[in-house]
């Protein structure tokens, strides 16, 4: 059976690229293809974009999207094994599973990091119970190591905007109030390894992520250096990967804060952020001179002049 939950499964990227320029230009192409298919979104956490432009990729394929959002309305899941069920959680993860399974013909999952422990999350305990118990095709929403839908979004948009064969993509960490996972940096970097681009990753020390993902990309400690000529300046918070302080804000520098002086380095660079951006946080309200880009699915590739509001 066929899952997908890392940019790898994708195959042949640039077949892949082809073909997702080839749905946006004919949305409705194959409503034929989803008839009388339910897909099942199942929701562990908050989600503005993927939840609607998921829905909305399985209308127009002619599937019967579910909703699930798992902690509203749904019992309370205990996803831990041998645990005596005295507290909050009304169901086992292991009872819930086979029903959402049975209820549709693929589904959809998002689970965050928890940063309760690293090889709970390194292992996706909750994404690979539901490829185990499922009996279904499972795709990521954002799970707790990896988030391929958004990056291959944003492969998309570069291709989109690009101005040379071979851009600089900057990946620069920057600062947040609160822990936030490793998944999209994890599989961005993970993208960024199937293309031929000019890849750098910008980062405090300490904030290194883990070796598997950070593969053989540029990694340094300075930004000004890293933003110096990019093309494309990818901002995100995340933290921590290392075991002492795996999960916890250890950094608060607003000095990694994306401003409009931090623009002026780069060669007139797209900005880009998966969303939720936290303003003047990550990036300031003031860098009206640096062009935006957004990309998500059926809105992939907008562009907009970043001016505040
Ligand atoms: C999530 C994250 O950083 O992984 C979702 C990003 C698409 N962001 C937040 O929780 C703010």
Request: with cysteine; aromatic share 10%.
């Amino acid at each position: 059976m066929k899952h997908f939950t890392s940019m790898k499964q994708l195959g042949d990227l640039q077949a892949a690229l082809a073909e997702a320029a080839y749905v946006k230009a004919n949305p409705f192409a194959d409503q034929a293809l989803g008839h009388n298919k339910t897909v099942l979104l199942v929701f562990f956490n908050n989600s503005l974009r993927t939840r609607l432009s998921t829905q909305k990729a399985a209308l127009n394929l002619g599937m019967n999207p579910i909703v699930l959002d798992v902690n509203q309305g749904a019992w309370k899941l205990e996803t831990g094994r041998g645990v005596v069920m005295d507290g909050d959680k009304s169901e086992h993860i292991l009872e819930a599973i086979p029903v959402m399974g049975s209820m549709c013909d693929m589904i959809g999952v998002r689970s965050f990091a928890r940063f309760e422990s690293r090889d709970d999350d390194y292992n996706e305990v909750i994404l690979n119970q539901f490829i185990q118990y499922s009996g279904k095709p499972v795709f990521s929403m954002e799970a707790a190591i990896r988030h391929p839908l958004q990056t291959f979004a944003d492969i998309i948009t570069i291709e989109e905007y690009k101005t040379k064969p071979r851009p600089k993509v900057v990946m620069t960490w920057a600062p947040h109030p609160r822990a936030l996972p490793q998944a999209v940096p994890n599989s961005f970097a993970e993208g960024m390894s199937m293309t031929d681009y000019d890849f750098v990753i910008a980062n405090p020390e300490g904030y290194d992520l883990a070796p598997e993902f950070v593969g053989n990309a540029k990694v340094t400690h300075d930004q000004d250096e890293a933003l110096a000529g990019a093309d494309f300046v990818y901002a995100k918070n995340w933290a921590p990967y290392r075991e002492d302080i795996y999960g916890k804000v250890v950094n608060y520098d607003m000095g990694w804060t994306v401003t409009k002086e931090k623009m002026a380095l780069t060669n007139d660079a797209f900005f880009m952020h998966c969303l939720p951006v936290r303003r003047n946080m990550i990036v300031s309200d003031d860098r009206p001179s640096s062009r935006c880009c957004s990309s998500r699915y059926d809105s992939g590739g907008e562009m907009r002049r970043a001016g505040p509001g």
